[in-house]
């Protein structure tokens, strides 16, 4: 296309003069597409000579010197991920980046959290959050650069270990924001508080470091920042929505009980397993029956573990379920119906009122994400200016969590946004959606991101949100 030849620093100033509020006159001035765009290239041919000095070419050409020590750091992270509440190296890499790019580090702030403070002068405080931990999945990509690791879990059972959410990926887009925005210092003025923040995959680690005192210890944001991987956008773009943009969590573990009895005398206990599996079936219900329909909620028994031979009637069977909603009230529905249908059901099935189930909500929880609008739309305003407005792609809310969210609710209120990175080629996408079928999601044992182009992306669309917020007035 016509602006094949630019570069995008040009890009970016052609953008930002598309946008200002003079360009209808003009537009009338010169009266119409072909000549507005004939103009648009004198002008941004004239801009071009001088933007050698310009924001967004500082932070190209910075980037490009960084993007393959980020690549390759990004490879060492991903051959070693850590489980959460364990990741001890991981942590300790971050600090050590961001002592390096001149932020002042403390660590250990709610487990293996590390708080990166830059003062640069009067200005907003922003924070930006980079996730730590991998997740118990065995790798399948084939990457030269495949994580062979294990590591013990919680119970002690040795487990395989894999970046399968892209955490890795963050890591390394925030280590390169780190190092644009220190050197571009003389650009911006104001306080970057980078954060990198433990157990997010269970949904525990913003808690822990605001109990250690993130907002009182240090410099209490105004504005907090992060990105998330996508698996089904293309590198090269981002993706944003405003408001609510993922789900409240919770997780509730069921202790079914029962009466232990031989399995070919079943009239002498009272069983579980019958209880367990009417429950999982049962508890379908509510989101098909109580939820009103529009409103998003869903309930899903993740795991069901009980008995250990098939002649014996066992005296428990524990479920784990995961329950997602929105709003406050749907979410208070969805757990009293689950005590409820739990407890009916047991006395349904003559259980006594000694053996009666227990619902317990465990402390893996977080509040639903909130995109704040004013601010997602300043950060939308921003990207569309770094990378152009076409790869800046709205998106759909998801059902999925995400403790960043948990920034968000303390009593400063601060406005959030996450905004979203893709990660696979265009190409890979089209074929996907042509075969009716999906790449492999987050979370997968196949879920590739391209290191290159995904981490320039990233850092670049980061870096340029902040120097935009920190603008020198
Ligand atoms: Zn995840
Ligand atoms: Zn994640």
Same mark, same amino acid.
């Given at each position: 296309?016509?602006?094949?030849?630019?570069?995008?620093?040009?890009?970016?100033?052609?953008?930002?003069?598309?946008?200002?509020?003079?360009?209808?006159?003009?537009?009338?001035?010169?009266?119409?597409?072909?000549?507005?765009?004939?103009?648009?290239?004198?002008?941004?041919?004239?801009?071009?000579?001088?933007s050698s000095t310009s924001i967004g070419a500082d932070v190209q050409s910075l980037l490009s010197a960084e993007l393959p020590s980020l690549v390759a750091l990004y490879k060492t992270l991903h051959m070693n991920p850590e489980l959460s509440l364990q990741e001890e190296q991981t942590a300790a890499r971050m600090a050590a980046e961001l002592r390096e790019?001149?932020?002042?580090?403390?660590?250990?702030?709610?487990?293996?959290?590390?708080?990166?403070?830059?003062?640069?002068?009067?200005?907003?405080?922003?924070?930006?959050?980079?996730?730590?931990?991998?997740?118990?999945?065995?790798?399948?990509?084939?990457?030269?650069?495949?994580?062979?690791?294990?590591?013990?879990?919680?119970?002690?059972?040795?487990?395989?270990?894999?970046?399968?959410c892209g955490h890795d990926i963050h890591m390394s887009c925030f280590v390169g924001a780190a190092r644009v925005l220190s050197k571009l210092q003389s650009q911006w003025s104001g306080t970057l508080v980078f954060i990198a923040q433990p157990a997010e995959e269970r949904i525990l680690g913003a808690r822990m470091m605001l109990r250690a005192g993130l907002f009182s210890r240090f410099p209490k944001p105004d504005k907090a920042?992060?990105?998330?991987?996508?698996? *089904?956008?293309?590198?090269?773009? !981002? @993706?944003?929505?405003? $408001?609510?943009?993922? /789900? &409240?969590?919770?997780?509730? =573990?069921?202790?079914?009980?029962?009466?232990?009895?031989?399995?070919?005398?079943?009239?002498?206990?009272?069983?579980p397993v019958l209880l367990a599996a009417q429950l999982v079936v049962a508890l379908q219900s509510i989101v098909s029956r109580e939820v009103k329909?529009? *409103?998003?909620?869903?309930?899903? !028994? @993740?795991?069901?573990? $009980?008995?250990?031979? /098939? &002649?014996?009637?066992?005296? =428990?069977?524990?479920?784990?379920?995961?329950?997602?909603?929105?709003?406050?009230?749907?979410?208070?529905?969805l757990i009293a119906a689950i005590r409820r249908i739990a407890e009916n059901l047991a006395l349904a099935a003559g259980m006594p009122a000694e053996k009666m189930p227990e619902v317990i909500l465990t402390q893996e929880s977080a509040a639903a994400l909130y995109n704040t609008p004013e601010f997602t739309r300043e950060v939308r305003r921003s990207l569309e200016g770094a990378l152009t407005p076409e790869r800046v792609v709205s998106v759909e809310p998801t059902m999925g969590a995400e403790d960043f969210a948990e920034f968000g609710t303390t009593k400063e209120k601060i406005p959030l946004c996450m905004f979203r990175l893709g990660t696979q080629p265009a190409e890979a996408l089209s074929e996907a959606k042509a075969k009716k079928v999906t790449l492999p999601s987050l979370h997968s044992p196949f879920f590739k991101p391209e290191p290159e182009p995904t981490i320039k992306t990233g850092v670049q669309a980061m870096s340029s949100v902040l120097l935009d917020l920190l603008k020198k007035p």
């Open positions: 296309m016509a602006l094949s030849g630019c570069t995008d620093g040009n890009l970016a100033l052609f953008l930002a003069f598309k946008q200002v509020k003079w360009r209808d006159s003009f537009m009338n001035h010169f009266r119409l597409g072909s000549s507005f765009l004939q103009f648009s290239c004198l002008v941004f041919c004239f801009f071009g000579l001088c790019a001149g932020f002042e580090v403390s660590e250990k702030i709610g487990g293996y959290g590390v708080v990166g403070v830059l003062k640069n002068g009067a200005g907003p405080v922003l924070l930006v959050r980079t996730d730590l931990d991998a997740l118990p999945v065995r790798e399948q990509t084939g990457a030269s650069y495949a994580s062979a690791k294990t590591a013990k879990d919680d119970l002690g059972r040795e487990v395989p270990v894999m970046h399968a920042l992060a990105l998330h991987c996508s698996f *089904d956008i293309p590198h090269g773009s !981002v @993706g944003l929505m405003e $408001g609510f943009a993922m /789900a &409240n969590v919770d997780t509730l =573990e069921i202790l079914v009980r029962g009466v232990g009895s031989h399995g070919s005398q079943p009239q002498l206990g009272k069983d329909p529009g *409103d998003p909620a869903v309930v899903t !028994v @993740g795991s069901i573990h $009980g008995g250990t031979k /098939a &002649n014996i009637i066992p005296d =428990e069977v524990r479920l784990q379920v995961t329950v997602r909603s929105y709003k406050a009230e749907t979410r208070e529905l």
